[in-house]
T-cell receptor
Framework: EPEVTQTPSHQVTQMGQEVILRCVPISNHLYFYWYRQILGQKVEFLVSFYNNEISEKSEIFDDQFSVERPDGSNFTLKIRSTKLEDSAMYFC????????FGEGSRLTVL | AQSVTQPDIHITVSEGASLELRCNYSYGATPYLFWYVQSPGQGLQLLLKYFSGDTLVQGIKGFEAEFKRSQSSFNLRKPSVHWSDAAEYFCAVALSGGYNKLIFGAGTRLAVHP
């Protein structure tokens, strides 16, 4: 069964550092998403991406965040100058009709 | 603003008992409705979805859900729970375009007693 893969599974970083979370969507999918789940809270939409540009973003997705599809296969989420409150599980998802989620990247900011 | 409410934060049932997890949404039109399951440390797995048509939808793992427009509800049910069903369950809605921008409820954590 096709799957969305995410790396790293867990990253620990110091506050103020930059983090890049990577995702490999399912190969024939055209829509890509990032969601975030702070521990104990609901899953929140961050951003959707289609045709090499952001199609929608939430109010959470401010200038600290950026997304990129650098090579036609990877889909990355960059978080600049991380803050303690960025600690969360970040889920990548892709869709070609049905939405598939990756297993998440847990980010811990110290 | 659109929202999804799962009134039960934590539910415990005995193995073999029936299960109903509640979900209510707030939205002017009929949204696209989903139930996802998340096992500890895992990603989100789609159990079932409702886009249109028959209001009783069947999903994987023996789950079903019923869309009731008059109650703005999409409750998840299973007639006989198995210990492996212990997980967190999320109801979600998409406001347009199928899967674009899911709005999730806070989740219901299910514990199963042997």
């Amino acid at each position: 069964e096709p799957e969305v893969t995410q790396t790293p599974s867990h990253q620990v970083t110091q506050m103020g550092q930059e983090v890049i979370l990577r995702c490999v969507p399912i190969s024939n999918h055209l829509y890509f998403y990032w969601y975030r789940q702070i521990l104990g809270q609901k899953v929140e939409f961050l951003v959707s991406f289609y045709n090499n540009e952001i199609s929608e973003k939430s109010e959470i997705f401010d200038d600290q965040f950026s997304v990129e599809r650098p090579d036609g296969s990877n889909f990355t989420l960059k978080i600049r100058s991380t803050k303690l409150e960025d600690s969360a599980m970040y889920f990548c998802a892709s869709s070609g009709g049905e939405l598939f989620f990756g297993e998440g990247s847990r980010l811990t900011v110290l | 603003a659109q929202s999804v409410t799962q009134p039960d934060i934590h539910i415990t049932v005995s193995e073999g008992a029936s299960l109903e997890l509640r979900c209510n949404y707030s939205y002017g039109a009929t949204p696209y409705l989903f139930w996802y399951v998340q096992s500890p440390g895992q990603g989100l797995q789609l159990l079932l979805k409702y886009f249109s048509g028959d209001t009783l939808v069947q999903g994987i793992k023996g789950f079903e859900a019923e869309f009731k427009r008059s109650q703005s509800s999409f409750n998840l049910r299973k007639p006989s729970v198995h210990w492996s069903d212990a997980a967190e369950y999320f109801c979600a809605v998409a406001l347009s375009g199928g899967y674009n921008k899911l709005i999730f409820g806070a989740g219901t954590r299910l514990a199963v007693h042997p």
